[in-house]
């Protein structure tokens, strides 16, 4: 018999599932407040309308409910069967209807609320495969759609803004933004400092640099700036100190 709570017994896993939860209520609210005609228009994402990050989140639920359970049977089920799928599904889901595309949405949230919900708790450790090839437990689930739903909020372009991020959220995203460009080498000679919030003084990036380019800011400025969001809000300083024109930030996916 379904369970009507959440297996886990785990406090970090259970305040985890809470955030990605109360992301997906934030994204459904800014979502809720266009009208059908509204769905056409642009996004903070260059060639994506509001119809193709619906669209994305949308399967993106889906295709982490998949690796939910692989994790609950043992079956390999993969987020997609290649790039290209997930491309061409998201090019269709933008051509449905507005109705079609909101209750794709709404199910696919519910449909992947439930999976954790009913995963026992030994299975969280499970390991599956996300879509970019890494083996990570199931817990991680938890935390890759959090971003999504956070991030794609802001990108329908509805008002909502990385401030309305919660900082451990907006910690988190720095911290995983940072960690792949230093995995990649792409960070040499940047460093980020944040001027606010407990991570206050505290920097990110290439910190052995001998005269970097520093980026500064407030939490929320800088972690839009760092996922290719913008640069309002931060500044930017060359080697020497002198002040600079604010560069695009390294890839992040």
Request: hydrophobic content about 40%; charged content about 20%.
């Amino acid at each position: 018999m379904a369970a009507r709570h959440d297996h886990t017994t785990d406090p970090r896993l259970q305040e985890e599932l809470l955030q990605a939860r109360r992301g997906t209520a934030f994204f459904a609210r800014k979502l809720n407040e266009l009208t059908d005609a509204e769905l056409d228009g642009g996004t903070r994402l260059p060639d994506w309308s509001r119809r193709h990050v619906v669209a994305h989140v949308g399967y993106n639920a889906r295709a982490i409910a998949r690796l939910v359970e692989w994790a609950a049977t043992g079956v390999e089920t993969p987020m997609y069967p290649s790039p290209e799928a997930r491309n061409q599904e998201i090019n269709f889901g933008a051509t449905l209807s507005p109705i079609a595309l909101r209750n794709l949405f709404d199910h696919s949230a519910v449909h992947l609320s439930v999976e954790w919900r009913d995963l026992p708790d030994a299975n969280w450790a499970s390991e599956v495969r996300t879509a970019q090839g890494r083996i990570v437990p199931a817990s991680e689930t938890v935390w890759m759609r959090t971003r999504e739903v956070w991030i794609h909020a802001v990108d329908l372009d509805n008002g909502a803004s990385f401030h309305d991020v919660p900082v451990p959220v907006l910690e988190r995203l720095l911290a995983d933004i940072t960690t792949a460009w230093h995995t990649r080498g792409t960070d040499a000679g940047l460093l980020i400092t944040v001027t606010d919030t407990a991570k206050n003084g505290v920097t990110f990036g290439d910190t052995s640099a001998a005269d970097p380019t520093i980026i500064s800011g407030p939490l929320a400025a800088v972690v839009e700036w760092a996922a290719g969001r913008g640069g309002s809000g931060v500044t930017a300083t060359g080697p020497g100190g002198s002040p600079e024109e604010i560069p695009a930030p390294p890839n992040w996916i």
